[in-house]
């Protein structure tokens, strides 16, 4: 393990605590934000909490981890001899990238056939992205993490292309007061998943030792935040206006 100032293992120490408290609290909030919608969006609701949930959990694995590899002597930062273990990322993804495309095109309510072939697709590509990019991830030289990183980004580039070609069709059908909710959650899931190439790429920088490490985590931190927390609140928004519309009395669906 590199070594690390005091301050940077306080900042990702405070950002997995941090994220494990967002995770945990959304999960709360979406599974108990079930009663605001109509039947047809609960499954929805449903799976973003279980995201969530999944992270939470994965987070706090992680936060123990961090803590386990590291030993505070006399203000000092050292090595305590455990391997941080960063599978428990990679692990959470697997589980949860493929729920984060599922739930969005569940709150669209597109048909029985269509939803069953999207979300097939878009799961499976998810999956092999995040398969594809692990091997890269733990990897000790450069080529080998550029070779798994550009084998990765082909299921992503798919899956961006879907999101924006293969679902733009179907926004149009969406009720207009809605329209710029999925618009605005479909931009913030290319977004924060934009920003995980970017942090897998910080290896390849100027940075180098420990400020890779703290690079790394805090960065995909914040990714997950955004794609699991965030959108989870706007899948809650477009369920809950859509459930209006549809439904009038929601609570009573």
């Not at 900042?11 to 109509?38: C, E, I, K």
Request: glycine share 8%.
């Amino acid at each position: 393990m590199q070594e690390l100032s005091f301050g940077q293992y306080s900042l990702v120490y405070n950002a997995f605590s941090f994220t494990f408290a967002t995770m945990a609290a959304a999960t709360l909030f979406l599974w108990f934000g079930r009663s605001q919608v109509g039947h047809a969006y609960k499954t929805a609701l449903t799976i973003s909490g279980l995201v969530c949930a999944i992270a939470a959990y994965h987070y706090f694995r992680i936060f123990e981890s961090w803590q386990s590899a590291y030993d505070i002597k006399n203000g000092v930062v050292v090595a305590s001899g455990y391997a941080f273990n960063d599978a428990y990322r990679y692990v959470d993804w697997l589980l949860t990238v493929p729920l984060l495309l599922i739930e969005l095109i569940l709150v669209m309510r597109l048909s029985a056939e269509e939803t069953v072939s999207k979300a097939t697709k878009l799961g499976a590509a998810a999956a092999l992205m995040i398969v594809l990019g692990y091997p890269g991830e733990i990897a000790t030289d450069i080529p080998t993490r550029i070779l798994w990183g550009t084998l990765s980004a082909i299921p992503f580039v798919y899956i961006m292309w879907q999101l924006f070609a293969g679902l733009g069709a179907s926004i149009n059908s969406q009720p207009e007061s809605v329209r710029e909710l999925v618009k605005k959650a479909r931009l913030l899931t290319f977004a924060s998943w934009g920003f995980y190439p970017i942090v897998y790429m910080i290896p390849y920088t100027s940075l180098s030792g420990s400020n890779v490490i703290v690079g790394v985590q805090v960065g995909y931190t914040i990714a997950d935040v955004i794609a699991k927390a965030g959108v989870g609140i706007l899948i809650y928004m477009i369920a809950t206006r859509k459930s209006q519309v549809e439904y009038g009395d929601p609570a009573h669906a």
